[in-house]
């Protein structure tokens, strides 16, 4: 039998009160050969005390959400155990010298009375869909999504990406049961309008560079829509999650199999609707949208523009953790 090489570089970073992760370098042609990684969270002084040695299964690729794809030569996917420990796998990409790197983000809350955490079920997710219709309010007319990054971002794009923005593994944010962190491949875009003026807000967390555009491009009668998680980060407002997927796409079929599919033409959050002829779109005014597209977007088919307003990072819903005690946005799964 041919033993696996020694991590090398070994760092745990990104500490809080609940998490961290860790990372580790080791040699590419072994990444292919790992099917599981074996992580003690209770390691003592003494060896003979590992309590809790947890397994983690190889995860799923973006090739087909099957198989590991041109963007994950190493691991995807999320498992969780007994006691709400959470662990994540992730690619980290390749280092230099024949290197490759891995990184697991832990979730370890504390334990009392505590049950495993399976990713939410369709009828849990219907559980959160009813409770964000709850507060969606009234539906605004708008016109274009929008995405706001940093100028170096759209440079990166145009100079690399052959102007082609490209569908991210989508981060950690919202509910730690949601099938969709860690898993489904999107670019995140906003509808987000101003109730006085009908258009974006000026202000924006990610960045003073946007790009704009016409709602059609990515949602028509040819996408799918699915609700994929409502949360809030300890604040009054709340943010819905939405995935708009074309029909028949890789996308498409992950979504299927694990999110609630909307009505495009009538339900609470985001419609598109044929009125005299044309196609009028609507969001709710009382949510923040996240809108996942799962298909790559050529800069062409928009206008890219610095805002006039203020970057507001406090705002930003990067790796944000969801308020447990929030009555309004929570259900009870034995979490």
Not at 177 to 200: D, K, R, V, Y
Request: charged fraction near 20%; include cysteine; glycine fraction near 10%.
């Amino acid at each position: 039998m041919e033993l696996l090489s020694t991590p090398k570089n070994i760092e745990i970073n990104n500490i809080t009160c609940d998490s961290f992760r860790i990372s580790w370098a080791m040699d590419k042609g072994d990444l292919e050969r790992v099917t599981h990684y074996f992580i003690d969270l209770n390691k003592k002084e003494n060896k003979n005390s590992n309590k809790f040695k947890h397994r983690v299964r190889r995860g799923f690729g973006e090739g087909g959400y099957g198989a590991p794809g041109p963007h994950s030569p190493s691991t995807h996917g999320r498992v969780f155990f007994g006691g709400r420990t959470a662990i994540n796998p992730a690619p980290k990409g390749g280092g230099n010298m024949g290197w490759g790197g891995s990184f697991l983000d832990v979730f370890c809350p504390p334990p009392r009375g505590a049950s495993p955490l399976p990713d939410y079920a369709k009828e849990h997710l219907a559980q959160l869909q009813e409770k964000a219709e709850l507060i969606a309010g009234r539906m605004l007319r708008f016109s274009v999504f929008y995405r706001n990054q940093h100028k170096e971002y759209f440079q990166h794009v145009r100079m690399h990406c052959g102007n082609v923005m490209k569908p991210s593994l989508k981060d950690n944010s919202g509910s730690h049961g949601s099938p969709t962190s860690g898993m489904l491949h999107g670019i995140f875009f906003s509808c987000n309008t101003e109730f006085n003026t009908g258009q974006p807000p000026q202000d924006s967390p990610y960045g003073r560079y946007r790009f704009q555009i016409p709602a059609q491009r990515l949602f028509n009668p040819n996408t799918n829509l699915y609700f994929a998680d409502f949360y809030c980060m300890y604040t009054a407002y709340h943010y819905v999650v939405l995935v708009l997927a074309p029909k028949g796409s890789s996308g498409d079929l992950f979504c299927r199999e694990r999110l609630p599919q909307l009505d495009i033409s009538s339900n609470k959050f985001l419609t598109c609707c044929v009125e005299e002829g044309e196609l009028v779109y609507r969001h709710a005014q009382d949510s923040i949208l996240e809108v996942i597209y799962t298909e790559p977007v050529d800069l062409s088919l928009g206008v890219l523009g610095e805002i006039s307003g203020h970057q507001l990072m406090s705002l930003s819903t990067a790796n944000a953790k969801k308020d447990p005690s929030c009555k309004t946005c929570n259900i009870s799964v034995g979490r």
